[in-house]
């Protein structure tokens, strides 16, 4: 799992027509996949550590607009440690245990439904719920 720079990735996207006929002229080019689920989308300012959280039924999206945004991910591997700065998306796969901590963070995000929480370290036992 990797933050996305989206400046980086519309550098080497030509512009396209909307209306274009032709499959490679299509204006707009997949990042990474996403499966949100039922949800909404959040606008926010984070400053400081959020408990641990994982949505099961689908992915998270998170945008940070300004500032950064430091990821912790519980995962079968161990723990995967990333910072997302401005102009960055990242995609939380649906059940992964996470936390955030925000640097000034403008943050947009959409958020799975159903959200489960622990204030303690989580059992790192399945990612899916």
């Known amino acids: 799992m990797k933050a996305i720079d989206i400046h980086s990735a519309l550098d080497g996207i030509r512009n396209g027509r909307i209306m274009a006929l032709e499959p490679q002229l299509q204006p707009l080019t997949q990042l990474t996949p996403?499966?949100?689920g039922a949800g909404a989308i959040h606008l926010?300012?984070?400053g400081g550590e959020m408990p641990w959280e994982r949505h099961p039924d689908g992915d998270k999206l998170l945008q940070v607009l300004e500032g950064e945004l430091d990821i912790t991910l519980?995962?079968?591997?161990?723990?995967?440690?990333?910072t997302i700065?401005?102009?960055?998306?990242l995609v939380v796969p649906r059940g992964?245990?996470?936390r955030l901590q925000g640097r000034d963070a403008a943050v947009l995000a959409v958020v799975p439904q159903h959200t489960e929480r622990?204030?303690?370290?989580?059992?790192?036992?399945?990612?899916?719920?």
């Open 74 to 82: 519980l995962a079968a591997i161990g723990l995967l440690q990333e």
């Open 44 to 46: 926010g300012r984070l």
């Open 85 to 89: 700065r401005a102009g960055s998306i």
């Open 118 to 129: 622990s204030t303690h370290y989580p059992a790192p036992a399945n990612q899916s719920a």
């Open 34 to 36: 996403f499966h949100p």
């Open 96 to 98: 992964l245990w996470h």
